[in-house]
């Protein structure tokens, strides 16, 4: 037994000039079958395969799944118009941030992508200047810092330090070393990449809510930060199961009817219904294991927590 998308279902019934009585009669499946099946309703395989092919698509259309154009074909074709493919791997949770970022600003996951060169471009380069700025204003101070101390030994040694910091700083920026790494060749320093902490300060200075997971070189693997989870709240409810349909693709942000889209404001009674929309496009087989992982986990939290914290936790 299977269901079907709903919504795919709409759109391949009026692709195909058809109605449900119609695909009853030609399919030879009784009516209220063709009724259930249009409500997400589980069906035998057989039935689907019948409702498909009269209806000139693929199982997998039904549930959503668009159809694999001929690649090779399609390739050639946007190629001689300039245009390339970019084969790019995106973790569970950078898609996820594609999706929210999208919708919180109101433009296409495509133009992120267009963007995405020229803005990281312009942080770097902004990062830089920053830290040539920095060390124009330090050279500026220093004269006023030595003098009448030029005797004390450790002056003499700091001189000689601010001297070594300063060329492995100007040599850094000159290179577009982002993160610093080469002030820092050894990499003894503790401190966040350079770039890293940019980033951070410019969200703050912003008002991004910082992200989550931003380590010390974020920007050379970046895979597992989030961002505006307030948002993703907005729209999933806080629901885990609706915050699933998200992160693996069962359905997109984009894809969520538009009197159910997330609004400043809306009334409880919206978000249930956004919720549940979102919660029945996971497979139930999906969601059981969802469950058995996050229940493993806290069976795993619960062999670690000390003897006396579970005497008082069940106390």
């Given at each position: 037994?299977?269901?079907?998308?709903?919504?795919?279902?709409?759109?391949?019934?009026?692709?195909?000039?058809?109605?449900?009585?119609?695909?009853?009669?030609?399919?030879?499946?009784?009516?209220?079958t063709i009724r259930r099946i249009a409500k997400g309703n589980a069906c035998h395989g057989s039935t689907l395969e019948k409702v498909a092919r009269e209806l000139g698509c693929s199982v997998d259309e039904l549930h959503g799944i668009p159809p694999?154009?001929?690649?090779?074909?399609?390739?050639?074709?946007?190629?001689?118009?300039?245009?390339?493919?970019?084969?790019?791997?995106?973790?569970?949770?950078?898609?996820?941030?594609?999706?929210?970022?999208?919708?919180?600003?109101?433009?296409?996951?495509?133009?992120?992508?267009?963007?995405?060169?020229?803005?990281?471009?312009?942080?770097?380069?902004?990062?830089?200047?920053?830290?040539?700025?920095?060390?124009?204003?330090?050279?500026?101070?220093?004269?006023?810092?030595?003098?009448?101390?030029?005797?004390?030994?450790?002056?003499?040694?700091?001189?000689?330090?601010?001297?070594?910091?300063?060329?492995?700083?100007?040599?850094?920026?000159?290179?577009?070393?982002?993160?610093?790494?080469?002030?820092?060749?050894?990499?003894?320093?503790?401190?966040?990449?350079?770039?890293?902490?940019?980033?951070?300060?410019?969200?703050?200075?912003?008002?991004?809510?910082?992200?989550?997971?931003?380590?010390?070189?974020?920007?050379?693997?970046?895979?597992?930060?989030?961002?505006?989870?307030?948002?993703?709240?907005?729209?999933?409810?806080?629901?885990?199961?609706?915050?699933?349909?998200?992160?693996?693709?069962?359905?997109?942000?984009?894809?969520?009817?538009?009197?159910?889209?997330?609004?400043?404001?809306?009334?409880?009674?919206?978000?249930?219904?956004?919720?549940?929309?979102?919660?029945?496009?996971?497979?139930?087989?999906?969601?059981?294991?969802?469950?058995?992982?996050?229940?493993?986990?806290?069976?795993?939290?619960?062999?670690?927590?000390?003897?006396?914290?579970?005497?008082?936790?069940?106390?």
């Amino acid at each position: 037994m299977t269901k079907i998308d709903p919504d795919a279902f709409d759109r391949l019934l009026k692709r195909r000039g058809t109605t449900k009585s119609a695909l009853a009669r030609a399919t030879g499946v009784v009516r209220n079958t063709i009724r259930r099946i249009a409500k997400g309703n589980a069906c035998h395989g057989s039935t689907l395969e019948k409702v498909a092919r009269e209806l000139g698509c693929s199982v997998d259309e039904l549930h959503g799944i668009p159809p694999m154009p001929n690649e090779a074909g399609r390739r050639a074709e946007l190629r001689e118009v300039g245009i390339h493919r970019l084969a790019i791997h995106l973790s569970t949770q950078m898609n996820l941030n594609y999706q929210l970022v999208a919708d919180r600003y109101g433009v296409t996951s495509d133009a992120l992508v267009q963007a995405a060169p020229l803005c990281f471009a312009l942080l770097a380069e902004l990062s830089l200047k920053r830290r040539q700025d920095a060390i124009t204003s330090l050279v500026e101070s220093m004269p006023a810092f030595d003098k009448g101390f030029e005797h004390l030994p450790l002056v003499q040694a700091g001189l000689w330090k601010f001297d070594q910091a300063y060329d492995a700083e100007i040599a850094s920026v000159k290179a577009r070393d982002l993160e610093g790494k080469l002030a820092d060749p050894d990499g003894e320093s503790d401190s966040e990449g350079v770039f890293s902490a940019f980033i951070r300060k410019l969200m703050t200075e912003t008002g991004i809510p910082e992200a989550d997971d931003l380590g010390r070189e974020a920007f050379q693997s970046l895979s597992n930060y989030r961002l505006f989870a307030d948002h993703l709240t907005n729209i999933t409810g806080g629901s885990r199961r609706a915050e699933l349909a998200l992160e693996k693709r069962h359905t997109t942000i984009l894809q969520v009817p538009k009197e159910l889209s997330w609004s400043p404001g809306e009334q409880e009674n919206a978000v249930a219904s956004r919720v549940a929309w979102l919660e029945s496009k996971v497979p139930e087989a999906v969601w059981l294991e969802e469950e058995a992982k996050w229940a493993s986990l806290l069976a795993d939290l619960d062999d670690l927590m000390p003897t006396s914290d579970k005497d008082d936790r069940d106390a």
